[in-house]
């Protein structure tokens, strides 16, 4: 990995200098754009509206535009006259209890690594967070953007991650949950020992995204036949669904017998979990082609 920020984590008065990475990174099959007469590739030109010539990169502005039509032209000076933290501090600006941290507002993670000859006030600051089970506040900015970041462990390793701003989060306002009644007892205890049954330990390597799966097999394919390979979609049988689900716990039931496991009593009234057995068969290796079908 190729580090894409140094710079230190101001810690109170102690200093803990750091190297900045991408934590994750994307192996979905990239494509070009071509021309489908000879594949061609379809390149794309800054045009200026105005003078209709090509406009080079270094010579692009940015402009925003009120709702009245006023224009607003700014260029690198302008930006660089506003506030923003120090671009190589990471300031811990407090911490808060890591259960109030929503996760609809985590963005992008980054993995820290010391910087010094000797770490040891990286693995204080990483010891410390583990143990209080707190997380830290933090600013953090990157290409000249400022943004509030959450900093805690994982596997002893330091991770930051961005937040959203508040107002990044739409409001979830649907006028069809208004009136919809309450699920009755029995319902939620079925649905109780529905969950049960499909729990388990969660282990990420059982799932594979078997559309990249499938799509690189497709790719390799075409490459040895040595030529264009046209797919056919498979013809799907129609499934006749039903319009609504009239019984919950019906619906239920079926999900539980389906699962191979008979209810016997409420997940709710159990006192303690059930035990899992040495001997358990491994699961089915589950997928995300469902998930990416219903997207």
């Known amino acids: 990995m190729r580090s894409i920020w140094k710079g230190s984590i101001a810690f109170g008065l102690v200093n803990v200098p750091v190297k900045v990475y991408t934590a994750t990174e994307d192996h979905d099959i990239k494509f070009h754009q071509v021309h489908g007469k000879d594949g061609g590739r379809i390149k794309y030109d800054r045009v200026c509206s105005v003078c209709g010539k090509s406009v080079q990169y270094a010579d692009i502005d940015k402009a925003w535009e009120s709702a009245d039509g006023e224009k607003v ?5 302008d930006f660089s006259k506003l506030p923003a933290a120090e ?30 000859a000797t770490p040891k006030a990286y693995v204080l600051l990483a010891r410390t967070l583990e143990k209080i089970d707190r997380t830290a506040l ?13 900093l805690r462990v994982r596997d002893g390793v330091l991770v930051l991650q961005t937040l959203l701003w508040p107002d990044e989060v739409r ?12 699920p009755r007892p029995n319902e939620i205890a079925m649905a109780e020992t529905l969950v049960e049954t499909m729990s388990d330990d969660f282990d990420q390597s059982e799932f594979t995204d078997d559309y990249q799966i499938e799509l690189k097999k497709m790719l ?52 303690a979990p059930a035990k899992k057995s040495a001997a358990k068969k ?14």
């Open 73 to 77: 032209i700014l260029t690198d000076d």
């Open 87 to 116: 671009k190589h501090e990471i300031p811990v600006l407090q911490f808060v209890p890591s259960e109030q941290l929503d996760p609809i507002l985590l963005d992008k993670s980054y993995y820290l690594e010391p910087d010094s």
């Open 138 to 150: 933090v600013h953090f900015t990157l290409r000249q953007k400022t943004r509030l970041a959450a």
């Open 171 to 182: 409001a979830a306002e649907f006028e069809s949950l208004d009136g919809v009644a309450e």
């Open 220 to 271: 390799d394919e075409t490459i040895a036949a040595g030529g264009k390979k046209v797919v056919q979609p498979e013809k799907q049988e129609e499934q006749e669904e039903d319009a609504e689900v009239v019984d919950l716990v019906a619906a239920l039931q079926r999900s539980v017998d389906a699962a191979g496991k008979k209810p016997t009593e409420s997940a709710a009234a159990k006192k």
């Open 282 to 295: 491994a699961p089915a290796k589950k997928t995300a082609t469902a998930e990416r079908k219903g997207a």
